[in-house]
């Protein structure tokens, strides 16, 4: 199942919503050490979790959090233009049609679920993308997650980047496209249209019409 839910609603899923914030943690603090804070509850949250975002939340069968990530117009605040502006010469990226997009992650235990699960997850970033009319997913990203992007087949163009070699911070913007969504789909051997029975349950009034 595929969950497109805004930070007001997740209080109507609690195990899942820890499960995502306890996975961030696991992925950003203790695999990729990133200098994060971590909640009284084991969970990594940040002042953007604060402002009633959107995430894509892949649920497992028994409810639990597989994988997720969070979005946000880019319009308003977000992180590249408050925290990594650098990284684009100092010029803040604000367009109606580019949608930031942060903390993607994957549960812990998704062995050999992992790539799966994370061609799904992309799946339904792809129908928002589309049915929302966007042109573009805005984001940083771990330079070692690159090879996981490039597998997926939704890998980023590169705009900017700091730290060491191999453990850099990179910014990137990811395009939104049918024959991307087909590609992503083909990779990981799944229909290019699951999300679309969710999107369609989360939001009614239908947006834009995905191309052919």
């Known amino acids: 199942?595929?969950?497109?839910?805004?930070?007001?609603?997740?209080?109507?899923?609690?195990?899942?919503?820890?499960?995502?914030?306890?996975?961030?943690?696991?992925?950003?603090?203790?695999?990729?050490?990133?200098?994060?804070?971590?909640?009284?509850?084991?969970?990594?949250?940040?002042?953007?979790?604060?402002?009633?975002?959107?995430?894509?939340?892949?649920?497992?069968?028994?409810?639990?959090?597989?994988?997720?990530?969070?979005?946000?117009?880019?319009?308003?605040?977000?992180?590249?233009?408050?925290?990594?502006?650098?990284?684009?010469?100092?010029?803040?990226?604000?367009?109606?049609?580019?949608?930031?997009?942060?903390?993607?992650?994957?549960?812990?235990?998704?062995?050999?679920?992992?790539?799966?699960?994370?061609g799904t997850l992309m799946l339904g970033g792809q129908e928002l993308g589309l049915r929302f009319g966007l042109t573009r997913a805005l984001g940083v990203y771990d330079e070692r997650m690159t090879r996981i992007y490039r597998s997926i087949r939704w890998e980023p163009s590169f705009i900017g980047a700091e730290g060491r070699p191999r453990r850099r911070i990179c910014l990137g913007l990811w395009p939104f496209g049918a024959d991307i969504r087909d590609a992503i789909a083909e990779r990981a051997g799944l229909d290019p249209h699951i999300a679309a029975p969710w999107f369609d349950a989360a939001f009614p009034v239908r947006g834009p019409a995905v191309a052919a």
């Open 1 to 118: 199942m595929i969950r497109y839910l805004y930070a007001s609603q997740l209080k109507s899923h609690p195990e899942l919503a820890r499960g995502m914030f306890r996975a961030r943690a696991a992925q950003f603090i203790d695999r990729l050490g990133w200098d994060l804070a971590r909640d009284a509850d084991g969970g990594e949250r940040d002042q953007y979790d604060a402002m009633n975002p959107l995430y894509i939340i892949l649920q497992r069968p028994d409810g639990g959090h597989a994988a997720s990530m969070r979005v946000m117009p880019s319009v308003g605040r977000t992180m590249v233009n408050e925290h990594f502006r650098h990284l684009n010469h100092g010029i803040p990226i604000r367009a109606p049609f580019i949608w930031e997009c942060t903390r993607f992650c994957l549960s812990p235990d998704a062995g050999t679920d992992a790539r799966n699960w994370a």
